[in-house]
């Protein structure tokens, strides 16, 4: 059923942005730049991203507006992991 990819998509979603800013966080108290963690993280950020024509071409009204706030969300941590901020 696709709610529950949906429900899978925007957790998985949720959990790479906690662990990209936690990479981030990470980088800023220690000034240890970790490639490896950061760009484990950047690339689920970018993977997420390139999942997300996919699920919102699938979904419905309610799914979508879910969707674009999952996206937003990404694109800003995104962002911010390229600005190093």
Known sequence: MFNEELEAYVNEVKETIQNAQEALLEIKITRENDPSHYSFAMKELLRLEANFPGY???A???EKEILL???EQLEY???VMDKGI
């Open 69 to 71: 706030e999952a996206k």
């Open 77 to 79: 941590t995104k962002d």
């Open 60 to 62: 419905g009204p309610d």
């Open 56 to 58: 919102y071409a699938k």
